[in-house]
T-cell receptor
Framework: AQKVTQAQTEISVVEKEDVTLDCVYETRDTTYYLFWYKQPPSGELVFLIRRNSFDEQNEISGRYSWNFQKSTSSFNFTITASQVVDSAVYFCALSSTSGTYKYIFGTGTRLKVLA | KAGVTQTPRYLIKTRGQQVTLSCSPISGHRSVSWYQQTPGQGLQFLFEYFSETQRNKGNFPGRFSGRQFSNSRSEMNVSTLELGDSALYLC????????????FGPGTRLTVL
């Protein structure tokens, strides 16, 4: 069975602090994809990043970085020098191309960045 | 390029009624997925359509159904509404579906009284 766990329900940080959002996944598939989405207060989910199971390179995009480790089945997301605009719910998701085509989302982590 | 649009944005219905929600995907996207989002259950996958065929279905009762038209627009229907169906229903479009990033619409907020 596929599963995504985001153990952190809510995190509060002060602006300019770094923060890491954890994501642990379970799958028996060898080919799969991992994603992060952001849901700001306005409600619309926004795609942030996609990673396939064969690419363990870490990625950095501005203040955002992602650490994918197959050995620990984790795909963590770090925001450096957080800003108030980063306040949102962040979802980690898993998708597989074998058999069914489900997208499995984690329960989300609510990030509050305080000024 | 226009994003994913969903109509209506808000709906209020009473128990026992039925409702139809509409989703227009991004031009060129052939995959449309539907999700139910509630505070207690999070984001739950309802079903995915690709080229007018339902490719996968989540664990929801048969009261929840959908379809996709030749222009990739999709509708979702919920019959015999229950109080527990109150939720934000999100539509997402993708070029191919699984393995590709999804682009979400703003959602339809359904309230069942």
């Amino acid at each position: 069975a596929q599963k995504v766990t985001q153990a952190q329900t809510e995190i509060s940080v002060v602006e300019k602090e770094d923060v890491t959002l954890d994501c642990v996944y379970e799958t028996r598939d060898t080919t799969y994809y991992l994603f992060w989405y952001k849901q700001p207060p306005s409600g619309e989910l926004v795609f942030l990043i996609r990673r396939n199971s064969f690419d363990e390179q870490n990625e950095i995009s501005g203040r955002y970085s992602w650490n994918f480790q197959k050995s620990t089945s984790s795909f963590n997301f770090t925001i450096t020098a957080s800003q108030v605009v980063d306040s949102a719910v962040y979802f980690c998701a898993l998708s597989s191309t074998s058999g069914t085509y489900k997208y499995i989302f984690g329960t989300g982590t609510r990030l509050k960045v305080l000024a | 390029k226009a994003g994913v649009t969903q109509t209506p944005r808000y709906l209020i219905k009473t128990r026992g009624q039925q409702v139809t929600l509409s989703c227009s995907p991004i031009s060129g996207h052939r995959s449309v997925s539907w999700y139910q989002q509630t505070p207690g259950q999070g984001l739950q996958f309802l079903f995915e359509y690709f080229s007018e065929t339902q490719r996968n279905k989540g664990n929801f009762p048969g009261r929840f159904s959908g379809r996709q038209f030749s222009n990739s627009r999709s509708e979702m229907n919920v019959s015999t509404l229950e109080l527990g169906d109150s939720a934000l229903y999100l539509c997402a479009s993708s070029l191919q579906g699984s393995g590709r990033e999804q682009f979400f619409g703003p959602g339809t907020r359904l309230t069942v009284l």
